[in-house]
Nanobody, 119 residues
Framework: QVQLVESGGGLVQSGRSLRLSCAASRSVHAMGWFRQAPGKGREAVACITASNMMGLFGESVRNRFTISRDNSKNTIYLQMNSLKPEDTAVYYC???????????????WGQGTQVTVSA
């Protein structure tokens, strides 16, 4: 079993930055970020492995979001720059044995943290 705790969400103005953190209760091979906007399905954002292989999913976040990992703390981060109102969503952290955009692969999920970007 793995417990995941996200933090760092909040309300920010368009164009500003936020950094999300997700701490795992133990080491896991792959961890990822997903998001779900109101009325929409869950969308993959990024994932990263223990060896720092990573993936960023979606043209909307490329060149704005960066995923990183601190293995000594079993923690991953999502640095979000140049935020837009369309980035408003609940952001979830998840853990799996594989870095992938497929949410069904992830066995463990955090409770989510709200990110709201005002225009």
């Amino acid at each position: 079993q793995v417990q995941l705790v996200e933090s760092g969400g909040g309300l920010v103005q368009s164009g500003r930055s936020l950094r999300l953190s997700c701490a795992a209760s133990r080491s896991v091979h792959a961890m990822g970020w997903f998001r779900q906007a109101p009325g929409k399905g869950r969308e993959a954002v990024a994932c990263i492995t223990a060896s720092n292989m990573m993936g960023l999913f979606g043209e909307s976040v490329r060149n704005r979001f960066t995923i990183s990992r601190d293995n000594s703390k079993n923690t991953i981060y999502l640095q979000m720059n140049s935020l837009k109102p369309e980035d408003t969503a609940v952001y979830y952290c998840a853990a799996a044995n594989l870095c992938t955009a497929d949410a069904d692969v992830y066995e463990f999920w955090g409770q989510g943290t709200q990110v709201t970007v005002s225009a």
